[in-house]
């Protein structure tokens, strides 16, 4: 194998102290991003680009990409500790995550993540390290209808996964897609829904939803139920961790399943956000008690952090072998390796192999460290929640105005995260649901987008979804399993009634564990 | 003792009106920056105009040229929309350095956009960006004409990818259509680097990218480009795939597309009401950053034409070039009324 004696070169370059403390700084600036709601993976990259200028290639990639993964595991942390993502690809996993935690099982909520976030990762770099020339070619046969088509299928893997009414989804659904529409509609160049609000020509961002909507809605409720976190009896053990470390091949299948997923979306490259968000909906799909998710169920946090993590690894292949970015970071990269002297593109693994594949190598050793590294900080940040909610309250409403604040420098963001507040507070208090908004919002302008691209091209048609197998086989996917719920039950209608008589009483119990005695 | 202050008002104001006479003369003299500067980049990270930033963010940097440090902030929302309105709602600030190109006075042209073009004065062109006309590697055309004559025959069918929509890209695919007679449909994508993708994918015939957008997929033979849109040849470097180099490609004219020149500025702004000294500041530090040998680098690196605008020359550059497209705005319809 010509790759892994490549692979074996890399290794040797970057095998050196320098670098590895390269890596340990990198990992840890990149959770503290991470952790901070507003900068993310993006911005932190390029908050640290000016520093690399001097440095030499190697060295500066490593840096880079390890703040990467960093900023990938730390947003994790947040959305499972206080239900506020940190990155737009974690917002998966505050469905499963933060419930387990308000259970008082933090430090398992955050053990599972960050390994199946590393075993995701691994499996991400192992793909790069031996397909990457021909998986980047199947990268090349997407187009715009293909694009639309892999977000349609994400749309439909995700219906039907709230427990609302139908038509409460489809309210929050076309919301989201509102929310998307504003701003400059890239099709016609024109600007949509600003209501002459010049701040609103950028369009929304969807941190500042999500922090009003998740976060700060959160913390009224929270309020309102009596200023106490179920966290608090929590208590920390290294123990815990250990053992949940050797429960996690328990969930070997949805690993695969959703490690599958995340490589695909990242190499086609629709990212690490609909991977996340595609991953949860089809594991509460094939899992014979989706009425656990939504309330702490294991499997709901395995699923989004490999998937993420896995299509953000992936997301550099796209980068390396076709000099075309992947995802939002990648693309600030890029921009870094033309500022080093470097030109991206696919003849980069034959001028600079050394730089190709020490970066690589790094992938590997860089995710090695950042999954020890957040593991120990664990305990730390389970403790957080042992702080009294009238502390850590005030203190999670100043983070997120000022996390805000970096979205944009811009005080008309703070009018957008109370209304966001509001809403999501509203939307608690009707039983709708919040996901399908927060969905649609993320993918909603670029699956408009690409929708419209397909138009232009096919002068009207819509035959041009089915027109090749590939897109014509996502299309399908998409209806199979829009329509799965209907066929299942139409089939097996006796089967489901029974199984749903024998599990009401159970479905009952924990609808209800925050009302206080 | 005594009651009131040993200094009275009275007293006070001369003293207090000689300090402002102090500060005032000082700052007219020559005007420094005295906190950090922000480097308003108009295009997410990673484009064309967020390298532009960055490189002269690194030389000035390198070269130890300003005291103060930089922070560079990507407003690309909205076409760049977002940075523009960003450094034109804050008036007279000369620490809001923003970096474009000609979409600075496109932009206002064909939307309604809550910022006009003059909120914002030129401080310097540095560069000038050259388009080309690109096709797939495999593709049979073996010169511009061979592609032109090919789109007559298929009219409406041929697709060009672009950058954004009513933007650079697509202005000048109606030029082509002006000047040829051809006829081709416009897909607008986001950024380049997606046109690209869709051209080295062979879901459309071509594209109109600038050379950096697609050198590294020249080189892999993935594209290939066909005419530039330059009054002369560019000049000879390296070549980067089979023997052909940067010089080798014909210009548009010589292959009777009948477009001399079709260029993007890289440019710089200060908000319109930013004092002169602020201005004549800025260019002295660009001039001495486009006089390194690091910015030669970038231009060669980039294949991008290094020259020095600002002033008169800069304004006379403006208003051609804004003419100039306001014509193909005005054929097509696409004035904000």
Known sequence: MNNLSLLMDGFATILTWNHLLIMVIGVMLGMLVGVLPGLGAPNGVSLLLPLT???????????????????????????????????????ATTFDGYPMARNGEATRALTLAFMSAGLGALAGVVMITLLASSVAQFGLRFSSPEYFAVYFLAFCSFIGMSSSAPSKTLVSMMLGLAFATVGMDSVSGGLRLTFGIPDLVKGISFLVAVMGLFGIAELMVTTEEGLSFNGIKSRIRVRDILRTMAELPRYWASLIRSILIGIWMGITPAGPTAASFMSHGIAKRFSRHPERFGKGEPNGIVSPEAADHSAGTSALLPMLALGVPGSATAAVMMGGLMIWGL???????????????????????????????????????????????????PVIVAVIFTGVYQVANSTFDFWLLLFFALLGYLFKKLDYPVAPLVLTMVLGHRAEEAFRQSMVMSDGSLTVFWSNSLVTTIMGLGVLMLVWPLFSRMLGLRGWRRRLHRQKPQASKPATPDSRP | MYKRNPLSAHQLKPLALF??????????????????????????????????????????????????????????????????????????DPYKLTFGTNNEYLLPEVGEMPYAAEDLQPVAAMAMDEFLIWVNGDADYASAKDFIDAAKQNPGKMQFAGSQSKDTDQTLVSMIEEATGADFRYVPFNGGSQALVQLAGGHVDANVNN???????????????????????????????????????????????????????????????????????????????????????YTTRTVQTSQFL?????????DDNAETVRKVFEQEGWNAS
């Open chain 2, 211 to 297: 050379p950096n957008e697609n050198l590294g997929q020249w080189q892999a033979g993935m594209v290939k480009p066909l005419c530039v849109f330059s009054p002369e040849q560019l000049p000879k470097g390296e070549p980067v795939y089979e023997d052909k180099g940067w010089g080798d490609i014909p210009t548009c004219i010589s292959q009777g597309i009948d477009i001399s020149e079709y260029r993007m500025p890289r440019t710089v702004w200060l908000p319109a009401d930013a004092p002169q000294e602020a201005v004549t500041y800025y260019q002295e530090l660009l001039r001495k950053v486009s006089e390194t040998p690091e910015w030669k680098d």
């Open chain 1, 343 to 393: 030109t991206p593109g696919p003849m980069l693994f034959i001028t600079r192999p050394d730089f190709v594949w020490g970066l690589v190598a790094s992938m590997y050793l860089g995710n090695v460290v950042a999954v020890i590294l957040v593991l120990s900080t664990v305990p730390l940040y389970a403790s957080i929640l042992r702080v009294p909610f009238a502390i850590i309250g």
């Open chain 2, 19 to 92: 300090f402002a006479a102090l500060t005032v003369s000082g700052s007219a003299l020559a005007w420094q920056p005295e906190r950090p500067v922000e480097f308003v980049v108009t295009s997410g990270a990673g484009g064309g105009t967020d390298t532009f930033a960055r490189t002269v963010q690194s030389i000035i940097g390198k070269h130890k040229l300003m005291d103060e440090s930089i922070i560079v902030s990507n407003k690309g929302g909205g076409s760049g929309a977002e940075g523009y309105v960003y450094s034109a709602s804050s008036k007279d």
């Open chain 2, 310 to 318: 600002t002033g008169d020359e800069l304004e006379q550059y403006i």
């Open chain 1, 53 to 91: 200028f001097t440095m030499d290639p190697v060295s500066a990639i490593i840096l880079l990409s390890c703040m990467y993964w960093g900023a990938l595991f730390g947003g994790s942390t947040t959305s499972i500790l206080f239900n506020i993502p940190g990155e737009p690809s974690s917002v």
